[in-house]
């Protein structure tokens, strides 16, 4: 059964250092979601892709985090620099074009900033 | 999600039938959804429903939409202690470039 890849599962980096999450969606999936789970809470939607352009990014905190899909297909989200309350599960998602309603989630990358 | 909303936790015996429920306030939804979440794991998409059905049953999952009251539940039979999750409830509005809005989801033990 195809899957999301996400790496690394987990990532431990001190505040104001740099930190890069990585995700592969399942293959010929177009469209890719960010989101950001704090512990307790549900995930909220940090960025969408719609094969290398970015279709909303207004919940992202553009002066720490970018986002890019150059070739359409993989993905990396990074932090520079991390602050404490950056510390969350970073969830990656992918769909189908025009199936934009079955959304199907990695298994998440935890990020704890210390 | 300040929309959505569920309880945070409930408690069944082995065998018995789950209901965890969830409200919405918007009533543009168009699909509704239930995901599960193991610790420490990502989510998995259970089952959704189109905002113009009342119910969908799936195996063990049945899911009632009430419209009247933006009420969405789900309904887990013979609940197993591998069904022992957090539960979330997600919508996706009309217009809204299909962004799933979470509910901060519902903590279920099941107990032997």
């Known amino acids: 059964e195809a899957e999301v890849a996400q790496s690394p599962r987990y990532k431990i980096t001190e505040k104001s250092q740099a930190v890069a999450f990585w995700c592969d969606p399942i293959s010929g999936h177009a469209t890719l979601y960010w989101y950001r789970q704090i512990l307790g809470q549900g995930p909220e939607l940090l960025v969408q892709?719609?094969?290398?352009?970015?279709?909303?990014d207004s919940q992202l905190p553009k002066d720490r985090f970018s986002a890019e899909r150059l070739k359409g297909v993989d993905s990396t989200l990074k932090i520079q620099p991390a602050e404490l309350g950056d510390s969350a599960m970073y969830l990656c998602?992918?769909?189908?074009?025009?199936?934009?309603?079955?959304?199907?989630f990695g298994p998440g990358t935890r990020l704890t900033v210390t | 999600g300040e929309d959505v909303e569920q309880s945070l936790f409930l408690s069944v015996r082995e065998g018995d039938s789950s209901v965890i429920n969830c409200t919405y306030t918007d009533s543009s939804s168009t699909y509704l959804y239930w995901y599960k979440q193991e610790p420490g794991a990502g989510l998995q998409l259970l089952t959704y429903i189109f905002s113009n059905m009342d119910m969908k049953q799936d195996q063990r999952l049945t899911v009632l939409l009430n419209k009247k009251d933006k009420h969405l539940s789900l309904r887990i039979a013979d609940t197993q202690t591998g069904d022992s999750a957090i539960y979330f409830c997600a919508e996706i509005l009309s217009g809204s470039a299909r962004q799933l809005t979470f509910g901060s989801g519902t903590q279920l033990t099941v107990l032997p």
């Open positions: 998602a992918s769909s189908l074009q025009g199936q934009t309603y079955e959304q199907y």
């Open positions: 892709f719609q094969d290398e352009s970015v279709v909303d």
